[in-house]
C-alpha cells in the first residue's frame, strides 16, 4: 500500500513539475478577497488576523469535490478522519480528539442527538453550503460544552442576487444512490430568501457475507432547509433559517430519525460600531427504532427525543478599528425523553461569555475570552481562552493559543437505567444509581455491594480539557503554509466501574471521573497555486494520543502481555505502548486541481492516508500494544472528480470514490470503488 | 480415595524415616519444588446471561496437583468465571462449597518466574460475604472480557499467591479459558470454562519461596 502510496505522490509531484514548465504570468484576477472568519471569533474577522489554527472549505471546493455528505467531505481535511467506535457509531475525530468532544455547527448553532457521545455526520447534507470553517482547539470561551477538540461550523447559503439564481441537479451511482438537489435563492429590496432539498436513497451494501444483515441497509432521506431573511429598516434586520431531515431505513421493524432546526434572528445596528443580535434557536433530535427477528420477536426497542431551546443576546462592540467586545448572554435549556429512562429529564444552564480583541500595534493581535456556564446538573464551568498572533513579515504570522473546554455529563452518564436482557449487566447513570441499587436489593438481584453505599451517587464532574496550539503561518498568495503544534490534556474523563456484583454472575456498572488522556502532534497544511491552471495541496498530521495512567502503568512496569504461542508473559515496554484505540500516527493528503480553461473543464484529484491504528485491546491488559491483533493497516483512499461545464449553464460531473478499491471490512466498512454521475443545471 | 491417601502416606512416611536413618541427617527431607502446568480444568456452570448462577464448583488440591471432590481437603474451587479459595466465609452465591480452612490469595503483578517470593507486606486475602478475594468481573480479578470479540482473556502479569488449606504456598497464573488453550480463540467453537495455568508449590511447611 505504502508503495502506490508512494507511486501517487510522485506521480502528483511529477504533474506539478509539469505544469510548472508552462508557468505564466501572474494573474491577479484569480486570487478572491481576503477571506472573512466567523467561527474564530463569532465576529467578522479576516483571515490574516485570527491567531488560532482554522481552515476552511469553500462552497466551490465542495462542488468539486463531488460528495454529498458533511462526513465525506470532512474526511479529506488535514487532521480529520472518520472513525467508529465498539458499539459501531461513527463519527469524526480531529487532532486525534474523539467525536464527542467536538462541537458541529450550522450558522453558528450546535446540532444535538448523539449516540454514545458520537455525532454521525452523514446525516448534513452539503448541497446549500457557503462554505465551513474549522477551529482547532478548546472553544468552550465562546460555545461551551462540547468544544474541547474544536468547533466545525457550517454555514448555509445566503440570498444573493436580485435575479432568482440556484441549481438543479440529480445524479445516479453505485449501490443505486440516487440524489436529487434544488436549491435556489433571491433578494429583493428588504427581502430575500434561500430554498434547499435534497432527496437521497440507496439500496444498501453487504461487505460481509459471513455477518448476518447489511452492512448499510437501504434508506431514503430527504432534507429541506429555508432562509427568510426580512430588512425591517437599515438598522433592525430579522431572518429566520429551517433545516428539517428525515431518514427512513429498511429493516425487519422500523427505524426512523428526524432531525429540526429552527433559528429565528434580529439584528439591530444601534449605531456604526454597536450592533446587538437577538437569537432563538430550536432544536430537536428524535430516533425511533424497532428490529424484529425472522419470527417477529422483538430484538430491539429504542425511542429516543432530545430538544433544545437556546435563547442568546449578545452584543458586539468595535470600539475602534483595532478594539472590540462581544458580550452575550444566553441559556441552554434541554430535554430528553428515552425509553431507557425512567422518566423524561431536563437539564437547564445559563451562560455569560466575553471576550476583547484588541491590536496594540499593526503586527499583533491579541484576542481574550472567557464564558462562564451555570448549570442545573453539575457544577460551573469557567473556560478561558487566549490567542495572540504576531506579523514578523507581511507573509508570515507566528500563532499561539491556550484555551479550555468542557463536557457536561451527558443524559445517559445521568439517567440511564438499562438491563441488557441478552447478557444480564446493568448500567445505571450516576442520579439513579441508589435508587436502581434499592429497587435491585429489594428484588434480591444483588450479590453484594462493591463500592461504599454512601459513595452512590457522588456527583460527576465534568471532562475538561487545556489545548496549546502554536504554529506558523506564512502567505503569500500563491502559495501558503500552515504550521501547528497541539497538544491537548484531558482529564475528569468519564468511564464505567463496577457497583455492585449481581445473583447472575454479572455485574451494575456506573459511571466515574477517572481518566486522564492527552493528545499531541504536528499538523502542515501546504497550498500552492502553481499556475491559472493548476492547484496542489498537501496536509500533514503526526500524531501521539496516549492514556497517562496507562502510561504510568507501563513505567511501573505493571502491564504485561501473553505470547499466544509459548503462553510465556512479558512486560510491556513503553516503546510497545500504542496508544488510545481508532488514532493513526500519521495522516496525510494531496490535492491537485487542474483547471482545463480551453474545454470547460476540470479533473480533482484527492488522496488521503491514514497509517495503521488499533480498534481495541485484544490480549486482556487493558491497553492497546503492538502484540494486540485489532490492528488495521494502513491505508489510502483516492477520490478523483471530473467535471464539465456545455451550453453555458450545464455540468456534467462524474466522481470516482476509493478507486484504488481498497475496500475495508471489520468496524470500518468502506465499500471499495463507486461510481456517482452527476447533470447540474444552473440559473 | 482416602485410603489411597493414606497408603500413600504411610508409603511417604517410612521412606523419609528410612532415608532420614541412612543418612542421619535431620529428621526431614526437604521436598522439590513443582512446577506443573495444569490442562483443561473443566469449570461449568449453570444460569448466567441474565440468569442467576448455579452449580458445584470444581476444587483444586495443590499438594496432589489435582482436583478433588473432598469437603475439606482442597485449595481452589472454580465455577466459570469466579474463584474461590478455601478460607474466610461463603460469598452468598447459589451452591459454594464451604469453607473449611485458612487459605488465601494475593494479587501480584508480575511475569511467572517474576514472582520468587510470598510477599511478606501483603495480607492473605480470604472470601467474604462482601465478594470473592480473586474479584470477579472483567478488569477486576483475573481476566478481561472484550465486548467486540466476545473472548475471555486472563489478563496477563496477573500472579496468584496463595496460601493452600495445610499452610503451604504455591503461585499461579491463568493461561488460558478455553479447551487446550488455543492460539487464535474462537469463541463461538472453541470451549469456554476450561482452565489451564501453571503453578509452583511449595510442599514444605514454613518456607516461602518459589525458587
Known sequence: MKVRFLALFLLIISISALAQDNDQQDSLQFYELEEVILTATRSEKKSSSIPMPIETISRERIRKSGFRRLNELLQEQTGITETIDESGFRGIQMQGVSSQYIKVLIDGLPIVGRSSGNLDLSRLAIGNIRKIEIVKGPSSSLYGSDALGGVINIITEKPKKEKLNGDVNASFGTFNKAETNISFNQKKENIGYTFFVNALSSSGYDLNDELEGNTVDPYQNITLGNRLHFDISKRLKAKVKSRLYYQNIDINGNSEEWDANIITKVDHKWSESINTIYEMYYTSYQANQKVFDEVGNTLFDSNFDQQLYQPEIRTIWDIKEDQEIITGIGGRFQSLDRNLFKSSVNFNSQYVFSQYSVSPIEQLNIIVGARFDQHSEYESQLSPKISAGYHLTDDLMVKTSVGSGFKAPDFRQLYLDFTNSAVGYTVVGKRVESEVIDRLQENDQILSLIIDEDDLGEPLKAESSVGYNAGLKFDKKRYTIDLNFFRNDFSNLIDTRILARKNNGQNIFGYINRDEVYTQGIEVDANYQLNDNVDVSGGYQLLYAKDDNKKEAVERGEVFYRDPETLETKKIEQSEYFGLPNRSRHLANFKIYYKWIAKNAYVNLRINYRSKYALFDTNGNGLIDVYDDSFVNGFSTLNLSIGKTFLDDYELQLVGENILNNEQTGLLNLPGIRVTARLQYNF | ?211
Open chain 2, 1 to 211: 480415595m482416602n485410603t489411597l491417601r493414606l497408603i500413600t502416606f504411610c508409603l511417604l512416611s517410612i521412606f523419609i524415616v528410612s532415608c532420614s536413618d541412612d543418612d542421619g541427617v535431620g529428621t526431614e527431607a526437604e521436598l522439590s519444588l513443582e512446577t506443573e502446568t495444569f490442562e483443561n480444568l473443566h469449570a461449568p456452570q449453570q444460569g448466567g446471561q441474565g440468569q442467576p448462577v448455579s452449580g458445584e464448583f470444581t476444587k483444586f488440591d495443590f499438594e496432589t496437583g489435582d482436583v478433588t471432590d473432598s469437603d475439606t481437603d482442597w485449595d481452589i474451587a472454580l465455577r466459570g468465571t469466579t474463584i474461590a479459595v478455601n478460607g474466610g466465609e461463603q460469598t452468598g452465591t447459589d451452591d459454594e462449597p464451604e469453607r473449611t480452612s485458612d487459605a488465601g490469595v494475593i494479587i501480584e503483578s508480575g511475569t511467572f518466574s517474576d514472582i520468587t517470593q510470598v510477599p511478606e507486606t501483603e495480607d492473605f486475602v480470604q472470601d467474604s460475604p462482601n465478594g470473592f478475594a480473586i474479584p470477579s468481573g472483567s478488569g477486576n480479578g483475573w481476566y478481561s472480557y472484550d465486548f467486540a470479540t466476545n473472548i475471555i482473556n486472563p489478563i496477563p502479569g496477573k500472579i496468584f499467591i496463595f496460601k493452600t488449606s495445610d499452610g503451604r504456598y504455591a503461585k499461579l497464573e491463568i493461561l488460558s479459558y478455553y479447551k487446550d488453550a488455543p492460539t487464535d480463540i474462537d469463541p463461538f467453537e472453541d470451549e469456554a470454562r476450561y482452565y489451564t495455568f501453571r503453578y509452583t508449590y511449595n510442599p514444605n511447611e514454613g518456607q516461602t519461596n518459589f525458587d
